[in-house]
């Protein structure tokens, strides 16, 4: 099959554009590369360099590769950044999905595999109702981040309902592992491996009982492969449902890597839901998937990468 992915040349993207090649697929990726990297692009994918907010370009792209089926990940995925710059992340991942799904229509692409947040999406919720399932209802949004992709989300239904496109959102939690850039503000296992590896101590953001719930990029991977065959329209958590702190975390990667001391403690960061894990059991039952790697076991695969 033909299948694009949007941000493919990104940390979860490239992942699944190695699984859809190992499967047989015809790939396409469409990046502009300004957190994508252009070496996480196999040499057996067509590239394409544009910005999804580039309505004609991504048009042309569309009509030129004509997919089957597309998976969208380009996005403005940080949160600090989303709190300083609200306008610009609305534009990204709004417009953006507007535009992909105007291009879609017009190239007759069937289908689109949505990445959205879970952990962002649900803002804070309530300790009694984590793990959180899918139709709980948002009342205390945290970041302009988390609405803009529950909004696009929102556009994507709308878009399917009225021109007949097919689609699948995956709200993803926390998602960590290989490729992930330690170097952004998203993303604490990649941030706290990277540091500790050069000998330096990262900062917790607060106490650090701040929990989360971490799932594994490959398993994120298995789950869209698993949405390009899925028959109908419907959105589901990708997550692990269990809640680990940002302190345990940290004393995971220590002790895999062999360092004693402590981090070193920051003021919370804004934007930041205190708690967040999401509840599994649609996905596990419809989509047939279910979250093969434990923390212990990921960690230490993202380690093995970061030392390589």
Request: net charge negative; glycine share 8%; with cysteine.
């Amino acid at each position: 099959m033909k299948v694009l992915l949007t941000g493919g040349a990104g940390f979860i993207g490239s992942h699944i554009q190695d699984k859809l090649l190992e499967q047989g697929h015809d790939v396409a990726i469409l990046d502009n590369l300004r957190s994508g990297k252009k070496e996480n692009v196999h040499a057996q994918s067509k590239f394409y360099e544009v910005d999804i907010t580039d309505k004609e370009k991504l048009e042309e792209a569309l009509m030129d590769f004509k997919p089957k089926a597309i998976f969208h990940l380009a996005a403005q995925n940080e949160v600090p950044y989303s709190m300083e710059h609200p306008y610009e992340d609305a534009t990204t991942n709004i417009i953006g999905m507007m535009n992909l799904c105007e291009a879609s229509v017009k190239a007759g692409v069937p289908k689109i595999i949505y990445s959205n947040t879970g952990g962002a999406y649900y803002g804070d919720v309530d300790e009694k109702d984590l793990p959180v399932e899918e139709d709980h209802i948002i009342t205390k949004p945290t970041s302009f981040y988390g609405v803009s992709k529950a909004t696009a989300e929102l556009y994507l239904k709308l878009y399917a309902h009225a021109h007949g496109l097919e689609y699948v959102a995956l709200r993803y939690s926390n998602v960590y592992g290989p490729r992930q850039d330690g170097n952004k503000e998203a993303g604490v296992i990649a941030i706290f491996t990277s540091k500790m590896l050069k000998g330096e101590m990262p900062t917790i953001n607060g106490s650090g009982d701040f929990t989360r719930d971490y799932v594994f990029v490959g398993d994120v991977a298995d789950a869209n492969l698993k949405a390009l065959e899925y028959p109908k329209n419907d959105y589901f958590n990708i997550a692990t449902g269990k809640r680990t702190s940002v302190q345990e975390v940290f004393d995971v990667i220590a002790q895999e890597i062999g360092i004693s001391e402590q981090a070193n403690y920051g003021p919370d960061r804004s934007g930041d839901a205190k708690h967040n894990a999401l509840a599994i059991g649609k996905a596990e039952v419809k989509l047939g998937w279910t979250p093969k790697y434990d923390l212990a076991q990921g960690i230490k695969e993202t380690i093995n990468f970061y030392k390589k």
